[in-house]
T-cell receptor
Framework: NAGVTQTPKFRILKIGQSMTLQCTQD?????MYWYRQDPGMGLKLIYY???????DKGEVPNGYNVSRSTTEDFPLRLELAAPSQTSVYFC???????????FGPGTRLTVL | GNSVTQMEGPVTLSEEAFLTINCTYT??????LFWYVQYPGEGLQLLLK?????DKGSNKGFEATYRKETTSFHLEKGSVQVSDSAVYFC??????????FGTGTSLTVIP
Protein backbone atom coordinates (compact mmCIF):
# COMPACT_ATOMS: atom_id res chain seq x y z
CA ASN A 1 0.00 0.00 0.00
CA ALA A 2 1.20 3.47 -0.83
CA GLY A 3 -0.98 5.00 1.90
CA VAL A 4 -1.62 8.71 1.39
CA THR A 5 0.20 10.36 -1.50
CA GLN A 6 0.41 14.07 -2.27
CA THR A 7 1.62 15.94 -5.31
CA PRO A 8 3.51 18.14 -5.88
CA LYS A 9 6.09 18.11 -3.08
CA PHE A 10 7.11 21.71 -3.67
CA ARG A 11 5.57 24.60 -5.58
CA ILE A 12 6.16 28.31 -5.96
CA LEU A 13 3.22 30.43 -7.08
CA LYS A 14 2.87 34.08 -7.97
CA ILE A 15 0.17 36.15 -6.30
CA GLY A 16 -3.17 35.61 -8.04
CA GLN A 17 -2.26 32.30 -9.66
CA SER A 18 -4.33 29.16 -9.13
CA MET A 19 -3.36 25.58 -8.44
CA THR A 20 -4.66 22.25 -7.24
CA LEU A 21 -2.94 20.15 -4.61
CA GLN A 22 -3.58 16.49 -5.24
CA CYS A 23 -4.23 13.90 -2.54
CA THR A 24 -4.91 10.19 -3.06
CA GLN A 25 -5.30 7.35 -0.58
CA ASP A 26 -5.47 3.64 -1.32
CA UNK A 27 -6.77 2.43 2.03
CA UNK A 28 -10.48 2.83 1.20
CA UNK A 29 -10.91 5.33 4.03
CA UNK A 30 -14.12 7.32 4.13
CA UNK A 31 -12.71 10.29 6.02
CA MET A 32 -10.21 12.68 4.47
CA TYR A 33 -8.75 15.96 5.68
CA TRP A 34 -6.67 18.92 4.54
CA TYR A 35 -4.48 20.80 7.01
CA ARG A 36 -2.01 23.63 6.79
CA GLN A 37 1.02 23.91 9.02
CA ASP A 38 2.64 27.28 9.48
CA PRO A 39 6.14 27.60 10.97
CA GLY A 40 6.15 26.94 14.71
CA MET A 41 2.43 26.34 14.71
CA GLY A 42 0.21 23.33 14.97
CA LEU A 43 -1.98 22.06 12.19
CA LYS A 44 -5.10 23.94 11.24
CA LEU A 45 -7.97 22.07 9.56
CA ILE A 46 -8.98 23.59 6.21
CA TYR A 47 -11.63 21.17 4.92
CA TYR A 48 -12.68 17.62 5.56
CA UNK A 49 -14.86 14.98 3.94
CA UNK A 50 -16.79 12.10 5.46
CA UNK A 51 -17.31 10.33 2.15
CA UNK A 52 -17.57 10.76 -1.61
CA UNK A 53 -19.74 13.75 -2.45
CA UNK A 54 -19.67 15.20 1.08
CA UNK A 55 -17.34 17.97 2.21
CA ASP A 56 -17.37 20.44 5.07
CA LYS A 57 -15.40 23.46 6.26
CA GLY A 58 -12.82 23.27 8.98
CA GLU A 59 -11.22 26.01 11.01
CA VAL A 60 -9.55 28.00 8.17
CA PRO A 61 -11.43 27.40 4.86
CA ASN A 62 -11.22 30.90 3.33
CA GLY A 63 -9.34 30.99 0.03
CA TYR A 64 -9.67 27.25 -0.59
CA ASN A 65 -12.10 24.83 -2.21
CA VAL A 66 -12.34 21.06 -2.24
CA SER A 67 -14.24 18.31 -4.00
CA ARG A 68 -14.63 14.59 -3.32
CA SER A 69 -15.90 12.76 -6.38
CA THR A 70 -14.31 9.42 -5.42
CA THR A 71 -13.33 7.70 -2.18
CA GLU A 72 -9.65 7.83 -3.16
CA ASP A 73 -9.15 11.46 -4.20
CA PHE A 74 -9.54 14.71 -2.29
CA PRO A 75 -7.98 17.64 -4.20
CA LEU A 76 -7.54 21.08 -2.64
CA ARG A 77 -7.94 24.11 -4.92
CA LEU A 78 -6.42 27.55 -4.42
CA GLU A 79 -8.11 30.01 -6.77
CA LEU A 80 -6.26 33.29 -6.16
CA ALA A 81 -3.04 32.61 -4.33
CA ALA A 82 -2.00 35.07 -1.63
CA PRO A 83 1.23 35.31 0.41
CA SER A 84 -0.78 34.32 3.51
CA GLN A 85 -1.25 30.90 1.92
CA THR A 86 2.47 30.16 2.08
CA SER A 87 2.53 27.05 4.21
CA VAL A 88 3.02 23.29 4.28
CA TYR A 89 -0.15 21.44 3.37
CA PHE A 90 -0.91 17.96 4.67
CA CYS A 91 -3.61 15.59 3.53
CA UNK A 92 -4.79 12.84 5.85
CA UNK A 93 -7.28 10.00 5.84
CA UNK A 94 -9.01 7.94 8.50
CA UNK A 95 -11.14 4.79 8.43
CA UNK A 96 -13.52 5.92 11.16
CA UNK A 97 -14.56 9.06 12.90
CA UNK A 98 -12.37 9.95 15.92
CA UNK A 99 -9.84 7.41 14.71
CA UNK A 100 -6.18 7.51 13.77
CA UNK A 101 -5.35 9.79 10.87
CA UNK A 102 -2.79 8.72 8.29
CA PHE A 103 -0.85 11.62 6.84
CA GLY A 104 0.75 12.23 3.48
CA PRO A 105 4.28 13.64 3.19
CA GLY A 106 3.08 17.20 2.62
CA THR A 107 3.28 19.89 -0.07
CA ARG A 108 5.43 22.95 0.62
CA LEU A 109 3.83 25.95 -1.07
CA THR A 110 5.37 29.40 -1.39
CA VAL A 111 3.39 32.35 -2.75
CA LEU A 112 5.49 35.32 -3.89
CA GLY B 1 -14.43 25.96 21.73
CA ASN B 2 -12.16 22.95 21.64
CA SER B 3 -8.45 23.43 21.99
CA VAL B 4 -5.20 21.74 22.93
CA THR B 5 -2.37 23.36 24.85
CA GLN B 6 1.03 21.74 25.06
CA MET B 7 4.27 22.83 26.64
CA GLU B 8 6.48 25.14 24.66
CA GLY B 9 9.72 23.88 23.32
CA PRO B 10 12.33 23.33 22.32
CA VAL B 11 13.29 20.60 24.75
CA THR B 12 16.87 19.30 24.83
CA LEU B 13 17.72 16.17 26.78
CA SER B 14 20.68 13.87 27.14
CA GLU B 15 20.31 10.29 26.01
CA GLU B 16 18.63 8.05 28.64
CA ALA B 17 17.00 11.02 30.38
CA PHE B 18 13.33 11.00 31.41
CA LEU B 19 10.92 12.84 29.15
CA THR B 20 7.64 14.56 29.98
CA ILE B 21 5.73 16.73 27.53
CA ASN B 22 2.64 18.29 29.07
CA CYS B 23 -0.66 18.47 27.22
CA THR B 24 -3.99 19.81 28.46
CA TYR B 25 -7.20 20.13 26.54
CA THR B 26 -10.54 21.91 26.48
CA UNK B 27 -13.44 20.04 24.93
CA UNK B 28 -17.12 19.41 25.23
CA UNK B 29 -18.27 15.84 25.55
CA UNK B 30 -15.82 12.97 25.42
CA UNK B 31 -13.01 13.51 22.93
CA UNK B 32 -10.42 11.00 21.82
CA LEU B 33 -6.82 12.04 22.52
CA PHE B 34 -3.71 11.44 20.44
CA TRP B 35 0.01 11.99 20.32
CA TYR B 36 1.56 12.32 16.89
CA VAL B 37 5.26 12.54 16.00
CA GLN B 38 6.77 14.38 13.06
CA TYR B 39 10.29 13.63 11.89
CA PRO B 40 12.10 16.24 9.76
CA GLY B 41 10.65 16.57 6.27
CA GLU B 42 7.88 14.04 6.90
CA GLY B 43 4.19 13.99 7.66
CA LEU B 44 2.78 13.23 11.09
CA GLN B 45 2.63 9.65 12.36
CA LEU B 46 0.44 8.36 15.14
CA LEU B 47 2.46 7.61 18.27
CA LEU B 48 -0.34 6.59 20.64
CA LYS B 49 -3.96 7.27 21.46
CA UNK B 50 -6.62 6.93 24.16
CA UNK B 51 -10.35 7.00 23.60
CA UNK B 52 -11.81 7.22 27.09
CA UNK B 53 -11.01 8.40 30.58
CA UNK B 54 -8.26 6.49 32.42
CA ASP B 55 -7.13 4.75 29.24
CA LYS B 56 -3.36 4.53 28.83
CA GLY B 57 -1.91 4.68 25.35
CA SER B 58 1.58 3.27 24.82
CA ASN B 59 3.99 2.68 21.97
CA LYS B 60 7.79 2.46 21.52
CA GLY B 61 8.33 3.13 25.24
CA PHE B 62 6.13 6.25 25.24
CA GLU B 63 3.04 6.42 27.45
CA ALA B 64 0.19 8.83 28.09
CA THR B 65 -2.88 8.51 30.33
CA TYR B 66 -6.24 10.15 29.60
CA ARG B 67 -7.04 12.13 32.77
CA LYS B 68 -10.51 13.60 32.58
CA GLU B 69 -10.36 15.15 36.06
CA THR B 70 -7.33 17.26 35.10
CA THR B 71 -8.14 17.38 31.33
CA SER B 72 -4.60 16.23 30.60
CA PHE B 73 -2.77 13.73 28.39
CA HIS B 74 0.91 14.12 29.24
CA LEU B 75 3.47 12.20 27.20
CA GLU B 76 6.24 10.34 29.07
CA LYS B 77 9.20 8.14 28.27
CA GLY B 78 11.58 6.70 30.80
CA SER B 79 14.76 6.75 28.72
CA VAL B 80 14.99 8.76 25.52
CA GLN B 81 17.24 7.93 22.58
CA VAL B 82 18.79 10.10 19.90
CA SER B 83 16.32 8.59 17.43
CA ASP B 84 13.44 10.13 19.45
CA SER B 85 14.45 13.60 18.27
CA ALA B 86 11.37 14.97 16.51
CA VAL B 87 8.40 17.29 16.97
CA TYR B 88 5.56 15.90 19.09
CA PHE B 89 1.94 17.02 18.70
CA CYS B 90 -0.92 16.47 21.08
CA UNK B 91 -4.36 16.34 19.45
CA UNK B 92 -8.00 15.69 20.17
CA UNK B 93 -10.96 14.70 18.04
CA UNK B 94 -14.44 15.78 19.00
CA UNK B 95 -17.85 14.25 18.26
CA UNK B 96 -18.22 16.49 15.19
CA UNK B 97 -15.22 14.68 13.66
CA UNK B 98 -12.94 17.70 13.77
CA UNK B 99 -9.37 17.39 14.97
CA UNK B 100 -7.53 20.02 17.00
CA PHE B 101 -3.74 19.98 17.27
CA GLY B 102 -1.40 21.61 19.73
CA THR B 103 1.44 23.79 18.47
CA GLY B 104 4.00 21.01 18.77
CA THR B 105 7.02 20.48 21.02
CA SER B 106 10.43 20.03 19.46
CA LEU B 107 12.62 17.46 21.20
CA THR B 108 16.35 17.10 20.63
CA VAL B 109 18.21 14.25 22.30
CA ILE B 110 21.98 14.58 22.47
CA PRO B 111 24.35 11.64 22.89
Amino acid sequence: NAGVTQTPKFRILKIGQSMTLQCTQDMNHNYMYWYRQDPGMGLKLIYYSVGAGITDKGEVPNGYNVSRSTTEDFPLRLELAAPSQTSVYFCASSPLTHDTQYFGPGTRLTVL
Amino acid sequence: GNSVTQMEGPVTLSEEAFLTINCTYTATGYPSLFWYVQYPGEGLQLLLKATKADDKGSNKGFEATYRKETTSFHLEKGSVQVSDSAVYFCALSDPSNQFYFGTGTSLTVIP
